[in-house]
């Protein structure tokens, strides 16, 4: 495994996390349009998106330096050439050394 495919699938897994709480706040709000009871579980519909969010910003890191890649272009997507990353900007190995 390179240490693009290892933050390839960290890109992946938050932006599952993401999908499944965007999922729930939105099968939620329609079970919301019931009343006031469903409100609570609304609520807590939101506490998956958040983390994505927190995983997105935090958790995408250089395996090796521990460098916060979500500020970087680690986190566009794979098909697009022209932002695509070759190297960590904090140790300067190349992303497509194994690890």
């Known amino acids: 495994m390179t240490i693009r495919d290892y933050i390839g699938r960290r890109v ?3 932006y599952g996390l993401a999908f499944v709480g965007f999922g729930l706040i939105l099968v939620l709000s329609f079970a919301n ?3 006031p009871e469903h409100s609570a579980f609304f609520g807590l519909a939101f506490i998956p ?3 994505a969010i927190a995983y997105m910003n935090l958790g995408i890191r250089c395996p090796r330096c521990k460098g ?5 272009p680690a986190i566009y997507p ?3 050439k022209k932002h695509r990353f070759n190297y960590c900007p904090y140790c ?3 992303v497509d050394e194994t690890l």
């Open 92 to 94: 300067g190995v190349a």
């Open 49 to 51: 998106f958040f983390v």
């Open 68 to 72: 916060n890649l979500a500020i970087t």
């Open 33 to 35: 349009s019931g009343g």
């Open 78 to 80: 794979t098909f697009s």
């Open 12 to 14: 992946a897994i938050g």
